[in-house]
């Protein structure tokens, strides 16, 4: 289960670095590849970062 807590300090996280890739958010907070994944989905749906274009990173897309 993601909680507001990991999905708040995941946002702040994109914004630091200017956007993220699942396996950062895996390095950064210690999770798994399938939670890493729904948090990526998460930002992409909340539009926090642009969806997968085949490259690593994903880019912010809000300065929130």
Do not use: H, W
Request: glycine share 10%.
């Amino acid at each position: 289960m993601i909680t507001n807590e990991l999905l708040n300090q995941a946002i702040e996280f994109a914004k630091k670095n200017n956007g993220c890739s699942g396996a950062d958010l895996q390095i950064e907070f210690s999770l798994g590849y399938n939670k890493a994944g729904q948090l990526m989905d998460i930002l992409e749906n909340e539009g926090i970062v642009y969806p997968f274009n085949g490259g690593r990173k994903r880019k912010l897309i809000k300065t929130l």
